[in-house]
Each structure stands twice: as C-alpha cells, then as structure tokens.
C-alpha cells in the first residue's frame, strides 16, 4: 500500500481480487430478479403492439379476447386510465390513438396466467388509419436538423481554426465515409417489472419490482407521469441481469405496468417482455453515417479533424447520440469541427446502448486514423503516440490522467506488433493473417447528489445502504469492498444494501459512473460514521450523508484511455473473419476488484467484437419493423467465436476525479474495438470495410481470394 492509499484510509479490500459477495445466491437461483419477485395476487400483463409504422387506432376489437377466462381486463388507448404528463411521448402509454413506429404499445391484457393473457393478446383486433411512413436514415435526407444538444448535455457541434485551409495544405489527409448499423440492446434478463397500486388513506400508492439500472430515476419519472408524490412510489430493484443503457431510464412497459396496476387496484401486475418486444420498445443504439476528414504534416501531425454524424432519432422523441464528442479530445489539432444532424424518422425511440456515443464514434475516429496512418507512410500506434495531447485540446484543462502512450506501448509489447507485415503479406494456408490496432475511450463521469447510510447493527457487524444497481457488473461486491476500508473492518462485517428506493438516494448506474459516485457516497458515509461514532459504537448508531464535495475534479479533464490489438484470420474462400487473439490495455484509474474489472473490460472487448463482425439489427423499410428480432438471427458471439482476450490495465490511481481514485471501466472496453478489428482485416486482406459488420458476403464481394 502506498502512503498515499493509507492517508486516504484505505485498507486491505479495495484492489483486491474479491469473489462476487452475490455469487452463491445468483448461483443456486435465490438471488430474485425483477420478475421472481413473490408478491400477492399476482396477474400477468401482455403487451398488444402496433403492427403498422404511422397512423391511427380507429378502433379496438376485443370481445374475442375478453371471452377468454382468465382475462381480467383490456387496456386500449380509448379505455385506458389518464396519465397526468403526457410531455414525454415514449411515457404517454395509450393517451391517444396515434402510431409514431411499428411495435408501439397500442393495448395491453391482463390475465390471471401469461399463457391466457399471451393467447388474449393475439385475439385483439386493432384498426388504423394507416399514413405513409418513413424509416431510412439517409444522409441526404432534406429533412435533417441540428439538435440543440447531443446526449447527455454536449454541444452539437463545434469549430476551432481554420479547418478547410488546414485540410487543403496536409501532406498527409484521409476523406472517408464510415457506417454503424442499428444496434439493439439485448441483456440476458428480459426488461420485466411488477407493478402494484394500492389506496391507502394518504392517496394512492405504487409499488414497482422492476429491472432497472436507476431504481430512484424510475421512481421520479413514475410519479410524474402517474402524477404521485414521488415519496408515493416504491421501486425495487435488487438483482439485474444486464442493462447496457436500456434499463437505464424508464420505458412504456412500465407505464403500461402501472396503468394496469391503476385498473386493478390491490392486484400484482407482472409484465415480462419477450426478445421481440425488446426490438421496439427499450431503446437501441441509431444508425450511423459518418464522415472523417483528418490532415497531418510530413511527419503525421493533425493540422485538421472533422468528423460529422448522421444518425437517427423517432418523430415523437429526441434522443441525439453524440456520436462525434470522442474526437472533439481524442488528438492534438490545431483545427477541428465536429457535428451531428438528425433524421427524425417513423421509428422506435433511440436511447442509451453501452458507451453511447464513444462506440460509434470512435469507429469512425479510429477506422480513419488507421487509413491516415498508411496516407503519411508511418505505424499506426507511432501515429497516435506522435498526436496525444499535453493537454485537453478541446478545453485546455490539464487531464486527470491520460496514460494513452503508455497503453499503446505496453499492449504493442504484450501483443506483439512489431511481427505484423505489410497488406496481404502474411498467410497460413488458405488464411489470410493480418493485425490491427486501435484506441479506447471514454469519459470520467461523477454524477453528483448520491447518498449513503451506515448502521452499526451490533457485535461489531454494519449494515451500508444506498438505492445503487447492480446490472451485473458486481457493484455488490465492489461497494462491499469500498465499505469494509472505509470501516476498517473485514468483508464479512459489512451487509450491503442496494436496488430500493427506500434506501438513501442513488444515481442512475450509466456512463460507467456508479463507481465513482456511488462509491464515494459510500466511503463518505463510512468515514463520517467513524468520526461521529468513533470505533466502538453502539448498536444502532447510523451515520446517513452525501458524497463529499471534490472541487477539484472541474480543473481538470477527466478520461480512461486504452489501447487494443487484435489479430485475424480471414478465410480466402469464404471470406469467414476469425479473432484468434485480442489485447487489450486500459488506463481507468483504480481498479476496486481486479475480477469484476476483468469482466467488464473483457465484455466490453467481446461486444466490440460483436459489433465488428456480428451486429446489426435489418429493417424491413416496407413496414418499419427490425427483423432479425431475436436471438436466433441477431448475432452475437458465442464462445467459440471468442478465444484469447488478454486484458490487463496500468497501475494507477485518479484522485482528481473522486476520492475513490476510480474513473469507471464499464464502457471503455467497446470502445475502439470495431476499429482495431476492421484494421487487422485490411492488415490481412487489403480491403478496407468502412460500414459495420463486416461481413463475408462483403470481403467475397470485394475480392478477397485464397492465393492461386
Ligand atoms: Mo450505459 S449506455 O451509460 O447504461
């Protein structure tokens, strides 16, 4: 431990590789998710969706379903409770008969069992109005627009220099167009919830056992739109099997959940989605077309960056991905633009999917870097070494941290870079071998306002409570460990608590930042426990506060960084990408439990991957419908797609941020990826795939042989 660890009292559980304090209970199944929960009355809700893109209900036929026995009720936009806020159209479940998308909610069942309810909803007959819809993003669409601002709150666009002179005079320049296709969010855990509404004398009530990665964020946006005091709604979220953004927010399920609720007071009404239903109500990650234009001296260095998205957003809802921010600090240039235009089209509401922003973008940002390298004749990780900035080029702070050099050169060692060969150079038999590389980031983000709660609970064991999610990240054994040193005790005396709403209030665990915020609350908590209680406390003394103020953090520019490489094998009959190996190095500050660090860097890596080679979810353009709805036709790996991925991550702690050192590891590690990956495959072929996935139909098409 190093002096600088103890003054800050941190002990022996922090860093240390900590097995999952949940492991035993998700292991034998008595950890309870959303939808296991045990709860009263229990009936089951099935959602009835829109089979067209734009129109109108004109009405509802539901004799047939409501003939069934079982069925308890059918909810259709002309019956259905009102809701209180309707600004936020993806909430306003059944206010009105109008279509925005195809799979918009337009009716819901309630059943005593899923089956009838399942079989209820198939015999609702719904009939529209149906007007001429639109779902293809196109970048010449006249339509496009400028948003006020791209997610969560950055500008839309910006301009430094003098950035056309600067491209027209490189001696080194790439102008390309980069495409990422519609991506779904697809967590193991289907979104499901539990919704109760009970009278009591103070009003009503509503109680929700859902899957959410914020369960005091749902709460709030429950309440408004249900129009409750938000003390009035309970949301309970213990166990999460998976989010990656789309459980980061409220969707119109659990609106329709509580509308249910609302119609049979006193029932428990369970709504689980099916993977289908997920393709068009939870969220996904927009289409993007991009375009880079990057210029470099004679001896690589950027005089110019621009990097412009096109991306998609629905007609009733904004969400502007801010697809291009990654770019605005990744390199030193003295003139840079970046922008985002939008098509507003007939389509589900986009939201968060992991590293929103970051994963697209930096694609593009990392596809052209690649292409720029070979334009000025120099290696690809010498290119990015030669451009990282002192300091951020966008801001002019001095970085919290920024060890990019250091990663690319300890993973180019770790991996081996200095074997890889020029273009089509290396074969093995009918495989062609090639490598790539590429670079990660992602923001520091702290979310402020996150508090804590510490009990002693007598002979010396502690109770630590705080509304966190754990989405499966291991957030219960992280916040353990950040606990036990901040109480100075062993693991098995610290009882956590997270995922309620009755618990002290906790950010949205999103933007990689719940180590960072909920982690100082915690620490917070425990260190004022300690000077208002002392160490011998009696049983029953508890400490609640906020994170501490950390002032400092606005001097500077916090970002993790990383470095991947990765090696392919491309089949020169089948055009067949194989991923024998990846290497990634990250930059994230302190890492709380090497193990649960691991898994994250390492499933961001493999969704990298996924994106790459895998992911893109088909729209049928005549109906507006994706459909490769499910786990059959949309890809993702399997094991034997991944094989050796090599992570580790430098020695470092970033107090600048938080006092916790941490900078969040959730997201960075898809980040770069596809970039690495689509470099290795031109290392091996000599062709250049600039719109994701790859695929063998494309590298066949584009020539990819075995030799003669
Ligand atoms: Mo993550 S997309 O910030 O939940």
């Given at each position: 431990?190093?002096?600088?660890?103890?003054?800050?009292g941190v002990?022996a559980a922090?860093g240390?590789d900590?097995?999952?304090?949940?492991?035993r209970?998700k292991?034998?199944g008595t950890a309870?998710?959303?939808f296991?929960q045990v709860v009263?009355?229990?009936?089951?809700?099935v959602?009835?969706?829109?089979?067209v893109?734009?129109g109108?209900v004109t009405a509802?036929?539901?004799?047939?379903?409501?003939?069934?026995?079982g069925v308890l009720?059918?909810?259709t936009?002309f019956?259905?409770?009102?809701l209180a806020?309707?600004s936020d159209?993806?909430?306003?479940v059944?206010?009105?008969p109008g279509?925005?998308?195809r799979g918009q909610?337009v009716?819901?069942?309630?059943?005593t069992t899923?089956?009838?309810?399942?079989?209820?909803?198939?015999?609702v007959r719904?009939?529209?109005?149906?007007h001429d819809?639109?779902t293809?993003?196109?970048?010449?669409?006249?339509?496009?627009y400028?948003?006020?601002?791209?997610?969560?709150?950055?500008p839309?666009?910006?301009e430094?220099?003098?950035v056309e002179?600067?491209?027209a005079e490189?001696?080194g320049?790439?102008?390309?167009r980069y495409?990422?296709?519609?991506e779904?969010n697809?967590?193991?855990e289907?979104?499901a919830?539990?919704?109760?509404w009970?009278?009591?004398?103070q009003g009503?009530?509503?109680?929700?056992?859902?899957?959410t990665?914020?369960?005091?964020g749902?709460a709030?946006?429950l309440?408004?739109?249900?129009?409750?005091?938000?003390?009035?709604?309970?949301v309970i979220?213990?166990y999460v099997?998976g989010g990656?953004?789309?459980?980061?927010?409220?969707h119109?399920?659990n609106?329709l959940?509580?509308?249910?609720?609302?119609?049979?007071?006193?029932r428990s009404?369970?709504l689980a989605?099916?993977r289908q239903q997920?393709f068009?109500?939870?969220?996904y990650?927009t289409?993007?077309i991009?375009?880079l234009?990057?210029?470099?001296?004679?001896?690589?260095?950027?005089t110019a960056?621009?990097h412009e998205a096109?991306?998609?957003?629905?007609?009733?809802k904004?969400?502007?991905?801010?697809?291009?921010?990654?770019?605005?600090?990744m390199y030193?240039?003295?003139?840079?633009?970046?922008?985002?235009r939008l098509?507003?089209l007939?389509v589900?509401?986009?939201s968060?999917m992991r590293a929103?922003?970051e994963?697209?973008g930096m694609?593009?940002?990392?596809?052209a870097?690649d292409?720029?390298?070979?334009?000025?004749?120099i290696d690809?990780v010498e290119?990015?070494?030669r451009?990282?900035?002192?300091?951020?080029p966008?801001t002019?702070?001095?970085?919290?941290?920024?060890?990019?050099?250091?990663c690319l050169?300890?993973g180019a060692?770790r991996?081996?870079?200095?074997?890889?060969?020029?273009?089509?150079?290396r074969?093995?038999?009918?495989w062609?071998?090639?490598m790539g590389?590429a670079?990660?980031?992602y923001?520091?983000?702290?979310?402020?306002?996150s508090?804590?709660?510490?009990?002693?609970?007598?002979q010396?064991?502690?109770?630590?409570?705080i509304g966190a999610a754990?989405?499966?990240?291991?957030?219960?054994?992280?916040?353990?460990?950040?606990a036990a040193?901040?109480l100075?005790?062993p693991l098995?005396?610290?009882?956590?608590?997270i995922?309620?709403t009755?618990?002290?209030?906790a950010?949205?665990?999103?933007?990689?930042?719940?180590m960072?915020s909920?982690?100082s609350a915690?620490?917070?908590?425990?260190?004022r426990?300690r000077?208002?209680?002392?160490?011998?406390?009696?049983p029953g003394?508890?400490?609640e506060?906020t994170?501490?103020d950390?002032?400092?953090?606005?001097?500077y520019?916090?970002?993790?960084?990383?470095?991947?490489?990765v090696?392919?094998?491309v089949?020169?009959?089948?055009g067949e990408?194989?991923?024998?190996?990846?290497?990634?190095?990250?930059?994230?500050?302190?890492?709380?439990?090497p193990?649960?660090?691991?898994?994250q860097?390492?499933?961001?890596?493999?969704?990298?991957?996924?994106?790459?080679?895998?992911?893109a979810s088909e729209v049928d353009?005549r109906?507006?419908?994706?459909?490769n709805?499910d786990?059959a036709d949309?890809?993702?790996?399997?094991?034997?797609d991944v094989v050796?991925?090599?992570v580790?991550?430098?020695?470092e702690?970033d107090?600048?941020?938080?006092p916790?050192g941490?900078?969040?590891?959730?997201?960075?590690?898809?980040?770069g990826?596809a970039?690495?990956v689509?470099?290795?495959?031109?290392?091996?072929?000599?062709?250049?795939v600039r719109?994701?996935?790859?695929?063998p139909?494309t590298l066949?098409s584009?020539g990819v042989?075995p030799?003669?």
């Amino acid at each position: 431990m190093t002096t600088m660890e103890q003054s800050r009292g941190v002990g022996a559980a922090v860093g240390r590789d900590v097995t999952r304090v949940d492991a035993r209970d998700k292991v034998r199944g008595t950890a309870p998710y959303a939808f296991e929960q045990v709860v009263r009355d229990r009936v089951h809700l099935v959602a009835v969706q829109s089979t067209v893109a734009r129109g109108r209900v004109t009405a509802v036929d539901s004799a047939a379903a409501e003939a069934l026995d079982g069925v308890l009720r059918v909810l259709t936009p002309f019956n259905a409770p009102r809701l209180a806020d309707t600004s936020d159209a993806e909430y306003a479940v059944l206010q009105s008969p109008g279509v925005a998308f195809r799979g918009q909610i337009v009716g819901g069942v309630v059943a005593t069992t899923s089956e009838v309810a399942r079989h209820a909803a198939e015999l609702v007959r719904v009939e529209y109005d149906v007007h001429d819809h639109d779902t293809r993003l196109r970048e010449d669409d006249p339509d496009l627009y400028t948003p006020e601002q791209v997610n969560p709150s950055y500008p839309s666009d910006t301009e430094q220099g003098a950035v056309e002179r600067a491209l027209a005079e490189a001696a080194g320049s790439v102008d390309e167009r980069y495409s990422t296709p519609m991506e779904h969010n697809n967590p193991l855990e289907p979104h499901a919830c539990i919704a109760r509404w009970e009278a009591d004398p103070q009003g009503p009530r509503l109680t929700l056992h859902d899957s959410t990665q914020g369960a005091h964020g749902v709460a709030r946006t429950l309440a408004k739109v249900f129009g409750l005091p938000v003390e009035r709604v309970r949301v309970i979220s213990p166990y999460v099997g998976g989010g990656f953004g789309s459980k980061g927010l409220p969707h119109a399920h659990n609106v329709l959940a509580g509308l249910a609720a609302q119609a049979l007071p006193g029932r428990s009404v369970a709504l689980a989605l099916t993977r289908q239903q997920m393709f068009a109500l939870v969220g996904y990650r927009t289409p993007t077309i991009q375009r880079l234009r990057i210029g470099a001296d004679g001896d690589g260095r950027i005089t110019a960056l621009v990097h412009e998205a096109v991306e998609q957003t629905s007609r009733i809802k904004e969400f502007a991905e801010q697809t291009t921010v990654g770019s605005r600090s990744m390199y030193a240039a003295a003139a840079r633009r970046t922008a985002h235009r939008l098509a507003a089209l007939d389509v589900p509401v986009p939201s968060w999917m992991r590293a929103p922003g970051e994963a697209p973008g930096m694609f593009g940002l990392e596809a052209a870097m690649d292409e720029l390298a070979e334009a000025c004749g120099i290696d690809p990780v010498e290119l990015r070494i030669r451009n990282d900035p002192p300091t951020d080029p966008e801001t002019g702070k001095p970085w919290s941290g920024r060890h990019l050099v250091e990663c690319l050169r300890t993973g180019a060692e770790r991996f081996g870079w200095s074997r890889r060969g020029a273009p089509g150079s290396r074969r093995d038999g009918d495989w062609l071998v090639g490598m790539g590389v590429a670079a990660s980031t992602y923001p520091g983000y702290v979310m402020p306002g996150s508090a804590a709660r510490v009990r002693h609970d007598g002979q010396g064991r502690y109770s630590v409570h705080i509304g966190a999610a754990d989405i499966g990240t291991g957030s219960w054994t992280a916040l353990t460990q950040v606990a036990a040193d901040g109480l100075g005790l062993p693991l098995d005396r610290v009882h956590l608590e997270i995922g309620d709403t009755d618990l002290p209030m906790a950010t949205t665990e999103g933007g990689s930042s719940g180590m960072a915020s909920h982690g100082s609350a915690v620490l917070e908590a425990c260190r004022r426990f300690r000077l208002e209680h002392g160490e011998d406390p009696e049983p029953g003394a508890a400490t609640e506060s906020t994170a501490a103020d950390h002032p400092e953090a606005d001097e500077y520019s916090p970002h993790s960084y990383g470095a991947q490489f990765v090696e392919v094998r491309v089949d020169g009959d089948t055009g067949e990408v194989r991923v024998p190996r990846m290497v990634g190095v990250f930059s994230c500050g302190r890492i709380v439990n090497p193990r649960t660090a691991r898994s994250q860097f390492m499933g961001g890596m493999v969704w990298g991957l996924s994106m790459a080679l895998f992911e893109a979810s088909e729209v049928d353009h005549r109906f507006g419908h994706v459909m490769n709805h499910d786990l059959a036709d949309y890809h993702v790996p399997s094991h034997a797609d991944v094989v050796d991925i090599d992570v580790s991550w430098l020695d470092e702690q970033d107090y600048r941020l938080d006092p916790l050192g941490v900078r969040g590891i959730g997201e960075i590690g898809i980040t770069g990826t596809a970039a690495a990956v689509t470099s290795a495959v031109y290392n091996a072929t000599g062709v250049r795939v600039r719109d994701l996935p790859v695929t063998p139909d494309t590298l066949v098409s584009r020539g990819v042989r075995p030799r003669p």
